[in-house]
């Protein structure tokens, strides 16, 4: 078979966690759409969720040593020149292997290494490959940054993220690529399909909450709290409270029962069955619940660089959705803030409405024609 019989070459480059690998899968599923004789390999890491996630997409995964970035010097700051060798020369060989045409990256540790290798020229058509850079934070990671220097696109998920190609102000607010299951949801059609398979009655309001596929204790701690006075307003509660978390509940009944489990392999139908959610806003999550026009209240993770409240700011500010500290997240709120909140379907409705216009529906698709531009370029 010839290299234009075989078609174009794209590795996506997003291991690690699952903020990183799902736009990758995304994007991937994308360039199957636009040009299904497009080859799509993704990179990865052994010790990365993409070992599970990415076969399970169907794409062939290459893996290469990760290359962890200290924060702090220790005598891991004095081993990274010999990883980062070791895994740009892994790197070299998948991009010979797979005759790659483009990169496209979305950060974390599988992205660095890809983007030095594709800038060292050594394929064997001695050339060098291009890259393409997303970001999907409101703060630009290193990788991202150091890859953003000779991208031949730099795209982003909100304005300001402080990630752009050298000349350019800022990066293209692009959106977070989120899979078609998600962003073609149709809630209202799938609504009552989905209640049944989660044993939630066809009526009455429905709280969803989730903080990730770990879980959240402040979350778990917050709402199964109020789980008395959820049930006495009728509210019925989906709630996933991670595989190594338990919650203690009070008797539930049919009428509003709270349906506990250690995690939600069916986001589409937690997101159809629900009214409003309880979530972190991680930029995925946001992606994700503004995406299918969800309402939620938003608790940005309480550490780190305050990353997750930025998240969701955008959708905030349009109407979406509201944002807790993690310490004002209580009982008492879920009772004297949320279940007014769930009451009053017109607002949601107006909120659902919001969250949706503030999303990028389309943006896994815009990537994937960016990255074949810049592949045929």
């Known amino acids: 078979m010839s290299r234009d019989d ?3 070459s794209v590795i996506v480059a997003g291991g690690g966690t699952a903020g990183h690998i799902e736009p990758a899968m995304a994007v991937a599923d994308a ?30 995964l290459e893996l290469i040593p990760p290359v962890p970035l200290p924060r702090k010097p220790t005598m891991d700051l004095a081993r990274l020149p010999r990883r980062v060798r070791d895994s740009v020369r892994a790197t070299r060989d ?3 292997r797979t005759d790659a045409d483009v990169i496209v990256g979305f950060g974390g540790y599988v992205a660095l290494p890809a983007y030095l290798a ?19 934070n409101a703060k630009a990671g290193i990788a991202n940054k150091i890859g953003a220097r000779r991208a031949a696109r730099v795209l982003a998920a909100v304005p300001g993220s ?8 800022d990066a293209e607010v692009i959106g977070i690529p989120v899979r078609s299951s998600i962003t073609g949801l149709d809630r209202e059609a799938f609504r009552g399909g989905a209640r049944a398979h989660f044993g939630l009655p066809p009526d009455g309001p429905v709280l969803l909450v989730f903080g ?28 996933a409270h991670g595989p190594k978390n338990s919650v203690e509940l009070p008797e539930t009944t049919d009428r509003a029962p709270y349906v506990a489990l250690p995690y939600l392999s069916r986001m589409d139908l937690a997101y159809a069955a629900s009214d409003l959610a309880i979530c972190r806003s ?17 608790v940005p993770l309480p550490h780190g660089n305050g990353e997750q409240e930025l998240n969701a700011k955008p959708v905030v500010a349009q109407g979406g959705g509201t944002i807790v500290a993690d310490a004002d997240l209580t009982p008492e709120f879920v009772v004297n803030t949320v279940i007014p909140m769930l009451r009053d379907q017109q607002k949601l409705k107006q909120m659902g409405a919001a969250a949706a216009d503030a999303g990028h529906r389309d943006a896994a698709i815009e990537v994937a024609r960016i990255v074949l531009e810049v592949a045929r370029g």
């Open 6 to 8: 075989a078609g174009l």
């Open 31 to 60: 360039l199957r759409r636009l040009d299904p004789s497009v080859r799509v390999t993704a990179l990865g890491t052994a010790r990365g969720l993409e070992t599970t996630l990415v076969p399970e997409r169907g794409y062939p």
């Open 94 to 96: 998948v991009i010979e």
């Open 118 to 136: 594709a800038g060292k020229g050594a394929t064997r058509r001695r050339r060098l490959v291009p890259i393409v850079v997303h970001e999907a």
């Open 162 to 169: 402080g990630i752009h190609a050298p000349g350019m102000p």
């Open 212 to 239: 990730g596929s770990q879980g959240a204790q402040s979350l778990n701690k917050a709402v199964s709290g109020a789980a008395a006075e959820l049930a006495a307003a009728g509210i019925s509660v989906l709630h």
């Open 282 to 298: 991680g930029a995925m999550t946001v992606a994700e619940v503004s995406a299918v026009g969800m309402p939620a209240v938003y």
